[in-house]
C-alpha cells in the first residue's frame, strides 16, 4: 500500500514535471517523455503486468490533463509498460537499471510508446503522416534515451556503495 | 472446458491484459467528443492550471534574461512596424475608394466587414456590420471577390448574420461550368456535397461550379468552388460530388452583400403553383 501510494506521488510529480517544466527543455519542439522512463523503471522493477496497469494509469492521467487526443496517450504507454515487461528479471534488477542496457530498454519501449502514438496523432494532418511519424518518433525517442542517462546514473552510484 | 479457459487466460493473462487495455483505449479514443468526458478534462486542467500557477515563478525567473532581451528587440520591430501600417492604412483608403469590382458590377452590392465568425459548429455563419440602415435585407446573397459566401439570414440596423456554405442549412442550386450539369449544393458537417449527381452525367474533379439559373435567390453564374473528388457510391443511382470553396472563410474579412431583389413575378408564380400542388 505504502508502494503504491508513493508511486502515486511520484508519478503526480512527474506529471507536474512534465507539463510545467519539461516544454522548456524543447528542442525543436521536442521533448523527452519522463513519464515513459518512469514506466520502464516501473516494468524492470515490478514485472509485466503491473507496468502494463502502470502505463495504461499513468497515460490516460497524461490524456486529463493535456488537449491532444483522449486515450492516445493511455494506448501508447499500455504498450511501452507491455513492452518494457520482457525486461523484467527479479534477479537482474539493479544490473540492468544501473548500466546502458537501462537506456536500451527506454529507447526499444520509447519506439513502441512513439510510433502508435505519431501515427494516430498525424493522422488526417496536412503533412505526410509516415514521414512526420518517423520525425517526430526518432527526435523524441533519442531525447528520451538521452535524459534517461541521469536517473541511470544515479542507480549505477547507487550500485557502486 | 472452463478449467481449460481458466489455465489458458492464466498462460497467457499478460496478453488478455494489454488486449482489454489496448481495447479500452480505443474506446477512450471514440469518446473524445463527448461533453462528459470534455467536463473531466476540464476540471482536470483547471485543477493542474492552479498547481502550475503556483510554481510558474520558477520558469519564469530563468527566462527573464532572456525574455527582457527579446521583448526589446520585439519593440524595435513593431516601432517600425507601426509607421508602415500607417502609410498602407492611407494607401488602403485611396484604393478602396477606387475598389474594381464595385465599380465593374451591374449589380447592386454593400460593402461589408466581417466582424465576427463561427467556423468550427455544423450551423456556421458570419457577422457582419452593415444592416437594414444599409438597405440589406434577409435573403439576399452574400459574396466576396472569389465567389460565394453564404445568405443574409437575419438582420438589425446595422449588422446582419449570414448563413455560410459551411452551414447544414444552406442549400443553394448549382451548375457545373463545362458541362451544364445540375445540382443542389450542401454541406453534410464535414465537407461541400454537390447533391443528385447521377452516374450518367458528366461531372469530373478540376471542374469549376457555379451558381445555376434554377436558383431565386442567387444570381447564375457566381463561383464557387472546384470539384475536388467524384466518387462512386456503392448501392446508389449517386455520385458523392465533393466541392472545395473558392473563398477561404479563415481568412475572410471583407464582403460584398446582393441588394438586388427577386424577381417578385417569379416568385409568385413559383409559389403559387407550390401551392396548387400541396393544398
Given at each position: 500500500m505504502e508502494r503504491h501510494f508513493r508511486s502515486i506521488l511520484i508519478v503526480l510529480g512527474l506529471l507536474l514535471l512534465q507539463t510545467a517544466f519539461v516544454p522548456l527543455l524543447s528542442l525543436g519542439g521536442m521533448v523527452p517523455d519522463l513519464l515513459l522512463i518512469w514506466v520502464v523503471y516501473a516494468a524492470l522493477r515490478r514485472g509485466q503486468i503491473e507496468a502494463t496497469i502502470a502505463g495504461f494509469l499513468v497515460g490516460l492521467l497524461q490524456d486529463l490533463v493535456s488537449i491532444q487526443l483522449f486515450g492516445l496517450a493511455a494506448l501508447s504507454k499500455t504498450i511501452a509498460g507491455f513492452l518494457a515487461g520482457y525486461f523484467y528479471n527479479e534477479n537482474k534488477t539493479d544490473q540492468t537499471l544501473g548500466t546502458y542496457r537501462f537506456l536500451l530498454v527506454v529507447g526499444l519501449c520509447s519506439l513502441g510508446h512513439n510510433i502508435p502514438y505519431f501515427m494516430i496523432f498525424f493522422q488526417g494532418s496536412d503533412a505526410s503522416p509516415a514521414l512526420a511519424t518517423m520525425q517526430y518518433t526518432l527526435a523524441t525517442t533519442a531525447y528520451t534515451i538521452a535524459i534517461s542517462a541521469l536517473p541511470m546514473f544515479a542507480f549505477s552510484r547507487r550500485l557502486a556503495t | 472446458m472452463l478449467e481449460r479457459l481458466y489455465n489458458l487466460f492464466l498462460q497467457f493473462r499478460e496478453y488478455v491484459l494489454l488486449a482489454g487495455l489496448v481495447v479500452l483505449s480505443f474506446i477512450l479514443l471514440s469518446l473524445n467528443d463527448r461533453p462528459q468526458v470534455k467536463?473531466?478534462?476540464?476540471?482536470?486542467?483547471?485543477?493542474?492550471?492552479?498547481?502550475?500557477?503556483?510554481?510558474?515563478?520558477?520558469?519564469?525567473?530563468?527566462?527573464?534574461?532572456?525574455?527582457?532581451?527579446?521583448?526589446?528587440?520585439?519593440?524595435?520591430?513593431?516601432?517600425?512596424?507601426?509607421?508602415?501600417?500607417?502609410?498602407?492604412?492611407?494607401?488602403?483608403?485611396?484604393?478602396?475608394?477606387?475598389?474594381?469590382?464595385?465599380?465593374?458590377?451591374?449589380?447592386?452590392?454593400?460593402?461589408?466587414?466581417?466582424?465576427?465568425?463561427?467556423?468550427?459548429?455544423?450551423?456556421?455563419?458570419?457577422?457582419?456590420?452593415?444592416?437594414?440602415?444599409?438597405?440589406?435585407?434577409?435573403?439576399?446573397?452574400?459574396?466576396s471577390e472569389l465567389g460565394l459566401v453564404g445568405v443574409v439570414i437575419a438582420t438589425s440596423e446595422n449588422y446582419s448574420i449570414a448563413n455560410i456554405l459551411w452551414n447544414t442549412d444552406f442549400r443553394a442550386s448549382a451548375k457545373v461550368q463545362r458541362s451544364r450539369v445540375d445540382g443542389i449544393l450542401a454541406w453534410d458537417g464535414q465537407k461541400l456535397i454537390l447533391k443528385n449527381i447521377a452516374k450518367t452525367l458528366d461531372v469530373k474533379a478540376g471542374d469549376v461550379l457555379v451558381t445555376s439559373d434554377y436558383s431565386n435567390t442567387y444570381p447564375p453564374d457566381i463561383r464557387i468552388g472546384i470539384i475536388s473528388s467524384v466518387r462512386e457510391e456503392a448501392g446508389s443511382l449517386f455520385r458523392e460530388v465533393v466541392v472545395t470553396p473558392s473563398v477561404d472563410f479563415v481568412r475572410l474579412e471583407q464582403v460584398f452583400v446582393l441588394t438586388a431583389v427577386p424577381d417578385s413575378e417569379r416568385v409568385d408564380l413559383e409559389t403559387r403553383v407550390i401551392q396548387m400542388l400541396n393544398p
Open positions: - | 467536463q473531466i478534462r476540464t476540471f482536470a486542467t483547471v485543477a493542474m492550471g492552479v498547481v502550475q500557477n503556483q510554481l510558474s515563478f520558477i520558469p519564469r525567473y530563468f527566462q527573464l534574461k532572456g525574455e527582457n532581451e527579446a521583448l526589446r528587440r520585439v519593440n524595435v520591430e513593431l516601432a517600425d512596424e507601426a509607421s508602415r501600417l500607417r502609410e498602407a492604412k492611407l494607401e488602403n483608403m485611396r484604393l478602396r475608394s477606387l475598389l474594381g469590382l464595385k465599380a465593374d458590377s451591374d449589380m447592386p452590392l454593400v460593402a461589408a466587414n466581417v466582424v465576427s465568425k463561427n467556423l468550427t459548429l455544423l450551423r456556421n455563419s458570419l457577422t457582419l456590420d452593415a444592416g437594414t440602415a444599409d438597405g440589406i435585407q434577409p435573403s439576399m446573397p452574400v459574396l
